[in-house]
């Protein structure tokens, strides 16, 4: 290689516009074009609200939650803090929407809990207890 000779003069670069643009036309149909993404479902578009999958859950949040096992049976049951902590604020008075207002807990783990607790046979409703909801107990 001689020394001082720019081998850029001797090799031909594109500087014509319609040859550049045919080559990056030629090497845009050369690639494959990204695969399409699908559709979104109609689940996908339609996520239910929570809050609304919760309510529906519990017959609305005018319900009374109350413990329905023996305070002995609750040590048996291996309980996380969260549900400990929502037993605490179910004194047979408060409703679920009473429990969220306290806002001891944000709402979705307070639901969950709950939903856990009703699930696990924890609790029940004041409202289907005989005697509670003002139904003669004798």
């Known amino acids: ?20 643009e045919a080559a990056r036309v030629q090497s ?3 690639s494959k074009p990204p695969p399409a993404a699908a559709p979104p479902s109609t ?4 996520q239910p609200d929570p809050i609304v999958l ?10 009374v939650p109350i413990v329905v096992i023996a305070s002995e049976e609750l040590a048996s049951r291996e309980l996380d803090a969260r549900a400990s902590m929502l037993l605490a604020l179910l ?9 969220l207002d306290i806002g ?3 709402a979705l783990d307070t639901l ?7 699930e696990r046979g924890v609790i029940g409703w004041k409202d289907e207890v005989p005697g509670q909801a003002g139904e003669p107990s004798g």
């Open 1 to 20: 290689m001689p020394v001082g000779v720019d081998y850029r003069d001797e090799m031909p670069t594109y500087t014509d516009s319609a040859e550049l």
């Open 28 to 30: 845009a149909l050369a």
């Open 43 to 46: 689940e996908e578009l339609v």
């Open 54 to 63: 919760y309510q529906r859950l519990f017959g609305g949040f005018d319900r």
């Open 91 to 99: 004194d047979g008075r408060s409703s679920i929407q009473t429990i």
């Open 104 to 106: 001891i807990v944000n």
């Open 112 to 118: 969950a809990g709950l939903a856990e607790l009703l």
